[in-house]
Structure formats: C-alpha cells, structure tokens
C-alpha cells in the first residue's frame, strides 16, 4: 500500500500570504496526485489533479507540482475563504486510492 | 451537473451491519468508478473501497477486506456499501464519491451519511 505523509499538520498563515504544503508518497505515484479541500460540515472538494491541473472553478492562486514522490500545493495569496484542511490523495492504481492524513491551514 | 445523494443517517448497534445508498443523477456514465471514503469524527479521509460498474468486480481496503461490500445498481444508477459487524470505531461520516473517467480521482462526493454505532 502507498501511504501518503503531508507536512506540516498545522500551517499558520496570515491572510494575503502565500501557504506551501507538503506532500510525500511512499513510492512513486507518477503524477496521479490530486488535493482536496475541506471545510467543517462539507465534503471534501476537488482542487488539483494530476499533480498540476486545477479542476473546474478552482481560481488560479492555487497550484500544485511535483511528480514521483514530493508534491507541493501552494496556495499565491490567501483569502478568508481558503482556511480549512487540504488533503492529498494518490490513484496511481484507480480505483484504488489513499490519503494523505491533512494539512490544518490556520489564520496566524 | 452530477448530483449524488446519500441516504440518512443511521444508528447502530455493535456487531449489526449498516447499508448506505447513493443516488446518482444529472449525467451519463460510462467509464466511471465508484468508492466509498469515510471520516471518523475530527479525523482524515479513509478510503474503504471502490467498483468500476461496467467491470462489476470491487476492491478494497485491506483494512476493510472480509467486512465491506460495495454494489451498484446501474437500472436505478443507486451505490450501496454495505459494511458488516460494526464496532464503536466505525462512527464516522461515509461518503461515496464518483470518479467520471478512467484513472481520474473523485471528482463528485456525496453528501455523506453519519453512521454512529452505540450500544
């Protein structure tokens, strides 16, 4: 099984500021990588896949990158709307998928 | 736009069994897959399993195999998992989540479904 470890748990951040997140995979997962973001009470939505490619609606100040095993999502400019928990997510062997354990985005 | 509905939140006993539905609408399918994702109360994403309906044949987790089974009924495009011998540990939100084409993560989550197991 891959498992997936995203660093930090928590990242403080004031508004305005750019967030990098981190994520590593056990083994190589090409470039089937996707972030998710989650919200207190909502599902999880999709933000990146394919390690780079932002998904329907998703403003440009996000963006990922990497490939193999270390990815990054970096979020340009943070506004109010953007604190909440980011996940990353391999399905290099779909439909079989795993998590990251989340990524806490904290207003400093 | 693809909607997915759950059905409602369930309560249940230690060692009984518990069946959530997912109702799809709004497109059409061909290549798609389906899993199952769960959430423990203030936890991370799980994932438990997942099915290509054209292929009918499920995978799972390890850490669900022998407990979990995962449908669908494409006549009423409708999802089930099904999972079996519940312990207190199994409180959690379950979501099915559709993935709209081949090798593509999800992209449609459901609403989610509480399940809590209580004695």
């Known amino acids: 099984e891959i498992v997936m470890t995203q660093s930090p748990a928590t990242l403080s951040v004031s508004p305005g500021e750019r967030a990098t997140l981190s994520c590593r995979a056990s083994?190589?997962?090409?470039?089937?990588l996707a972030w998710y973001q989650q919200k207190p009470g909502q599902a999880p939505r999709l933000l990146i896949y394919?390690?780079?490619t932002r998904a329907t609606g998703i403003p440009a100040r996000f963006s990922g990158s990497g490939s193999g095993t270390e990815f990054t999502l970096t979020i340009s400019s943070l506004q109010s709307e953007d604190f909440a928990v980011y996940y990353c997510q391999q399905y290099n062997n779909w439909p079989s998928f795993t998590f990251g354990q989340g990524t806490k985005l904290e207003i400093k | 736009q693809v909607q997915l509905v759950q059905s409602g939140p369930e309560v249940k006993r230690p060692g009984s069994s518990v069946k959530v539905s997912c109702k799809a609408s709004?497109?059409?399918?061909?290549?798609?897959?389906v899993s199952w994702v769960r959430q423990a109360p203030g936890q991370g994403l799980e994932w438990m399993g997942g099915?290509?309906?054209?292929?009918?044949?499920?995978t799972y987790a390890q850490n669900f195999q022998g407990r979990v089974a995962i449908s669908t009924d494409e006549s009423t495009s409708t999802d089930y998992m099904e999972l079996r011998s519940l312990r207190s540990d199994d409180t959690a939100v379950y979501y099915c989540?559709?993935?709209?084409?081949?090798?593509?993560?999800?992209?449609?989550w459901g609403q989610g479904t509480l399940v809590t197991v209580s004695s």
């Open positions: 099915i290509i309906p054209i292929f009918t044949t499920a």
């Open positions: 989540t559709y993935s709209l084409y081949s090798g593509s993560p999800p992209d449609y």
């Open positions: 083994q190589s997962v090409s470039s089937t």
């Open positions: 709004g497109g059409t399918f061909s290549s798609y897959a």
């Open positions: 394919g390690a780079s």
